[in-house]
């Protein structure tokens, strides 16, 4: 290969890396220019349309997070948008067993439950995989239909609502002028940014989605290291969850439902690879906010709902093709 050639393979490769970020400028781009020609007005400029899109891509982001650290491992998990129904439908039922008058431990005492309730579904979902070796697309399957119908069953099949001005604190106020919904999401991204950069867990998990052989022979315990990764992938679920009963004063079985789509897209769309071995919270972060843009973006311009499913699969498909070239320019090599 020549100097010209490999220059030009060296700079696809770096323009197919932070292809995500050029993209969301890209589609920030269009919004605003659409919006100046069409409203005479800005789109990315105004705090509400910020805000809103912070909201929503938080929302995305709660599911996602987790979601990456397993990605990374070379699974997945298909049962985090039941996991988040069932955290916010028990949460809602222990408020309301407290009674209208519940106070904030009552409230605190309810999203501890609810996340104990995610943590057994990723308990089921590491067991299943690690201890007997089910593929992770079918046990988290399997255990996506057990939370559902667990939801439903402990709901009665109905929304619970509450009333309480704690938890509608919890899913609808702000810290400093930052909505809490996106002061967790932010927190929680850090943590899961530090847990897989910098420390040996994540090192394990990287190592495990590139070559499970190599971190067998080094000694890994990695049914250990499975369940672990399962575990925080229901919990970040579970805590959509709580800010889902928050924000709408109720819980629901299909909270997670619509979102697990975006959450999976905002992983690949962020760089995770298909094979694992890659992936970063950052990256995810940034796949969240481009899913985001894209539905509030297409709202503003009037086009129906439903168009954003059409957009965000289109978009996902991009992802899995620049994934592919990837993996071509490194001859299979993550």
Known sequence: MSKTQKTGTSLLRSL??????LFLVLILGFFEIYAQLEAGN???FRAYNLQSIAVASSQILLLALGLTLVIVAGHIDLSIGFTTGLSAVVMALVIRAAG???GLLAVILAMLVGVGAAIVVGLVNGWLVAKLDVPSFIGTLGTYGVARGAALIVAGGATVSIRSDEARA???GDLLGVPIPVVVAIVLAVGCHYLLTYTKFGVHTYALGANRASVERAGVDV???LIKLFVISAVT????GLVYTGRFSAGAANAGEPILLYAVAAVFIGGASLTGGQGTII???IGAIIIAVIQFGLVFTGLPPYWQFVAVGLVIIVAVLVDQSKS???GGRV
Do not use: E, H, M, R
Request: hydrophobic fraction near 45%; avoid cysteine.
């Open 16 to 21: 197919l890396n932070a292809w995500s970020w």
């Open 283 to 285: 990256g995810t972060v």
């Open 170 to 172: 919890f899913g609808n």
């Open 42 to 44: 800005t789109f990315l």
């Open 328 to 330: 071509k320019l490194t």
């Open 100 to 102: 209208p008058d519940a």
């Open 223 to 225: 049914n250990k290291l």
């Open 237 to 240: 679920a579970g805590i959509g």
